[in-house]
T-cell receptor
Framework: KQEVTQIPAALSVPEGENLVLNCSFT??????LQWFRQDPGKGLTSLLL?????REQTSGRLNASLDKSSGRSTLYIAASQPGDSATYLC???????????FGTGTRLQVTL | SAVISQKPSRDICQRGTSLTIQCQVD?????MFWYRQQPGQSLTLIAT?????????ESGFVIDKFPISRPNLTFSTLTVSNMSPEDSSIYLC???????????FGPGTRLTVL
């Protein structure tokens, strides 16, 4: 059974700092890994998707890497802003039925 | 991408009653999914809703408790039956668009059961 863990569970940083969120998964037989953002009481917004054959994806200030063999992914946020404050979830797609397994999330707060 | 709406956005219900949540997508999609997010927890897949066939439920979820309909390629409903306070959660639907394996999520329905 696939299990996804995210570290740290919570993080508070001052504005402007670069930061790294970590995601690990137990079964390396994944199709892809997706990073989401969730604002309080809201749904999920897809940030980046990395296919199993890729090593990284970039979108603006966000960069996600994938090391499938070691079961790890990182989300790098450059020059953090207060608007980045949210919960960040990683999810891996495994099996043939498009099943996403979600991590426990990292709650990020960027302070002024 | 896809634009997904859910109704209601939130509700407060009494124990023992049922609530039906609607999910509408702006384009035809093959696969729709229903997730539950209990307070302080991550998302757990309830079931996959396939048009023209019965939903496929994950371990720990049963059709009698969470009946699902999928009458066409743009719409699905999830009913939470005979509710108890333990059912208080955010319920989200998602869709897979094309063959990208990317899932897009609705805004969620926040359910509180008293």
């Amino acid at each position: 059974k696939q299990e996804v863990t995210q570290i740290p569970a919570a993080l508070s940083v001052p504005e402007g700092e670069n930061l790294v969120l970590n995601c690990s998964f137990t079964d390396s037989a994944i199709y892809n890994l997706q990073w989401f953002r969730q604002d309080p009481g809201k749904g999920l917004t897809s940030l980046l998707l990395i296919q199993s054959s890729q090593r990284e994806q970039t979108s603006g200030r966000l960069n996600a890497s994938l090391d499938k063999s070691s079961g790890r992914s990182t989300l790098y946020i450059a020059a953090s802003q207060p608007g980045d404050s949210a919960t960040y979830l990683c999810a891996v797609l495994t099996g043939t039925a498009s099943k996403l397994t979600f991590g426990t999330g990292t709650r990020l707060q960027v302070t002024l | 991408s896809a634009v997904i709406s859910q109704k209601p956005s939130r509700d407060i219900c009494q124990r023992g009653t049922s609530l039906t949540i609607q999910c509408q997508v702006d384009s035809q999609v093959t696969m729709m999914f229903w997730y539950r997010q209990q307070p302080g927890q991550s998302l757990t897949l309830i079931a996959t809703a396939n048009q023209g066939s019965e939903a496929t439920y994950e371990s720990g979820f049963v059709i009698d408790k969470f009946p699902i309909s999928r009458p066409n390629l743009t719409f699905s409903t999830l009913t939470v039956s005979n509710m108890s306070p333990e059912d208080s959660s955010i319920y989200l639907c998602s869709v897979e668009v094309g063959r990208t394996d990317t899932q897009y999520f609705g805004p969620g329905t926040r359910l509180t059961v008293l």
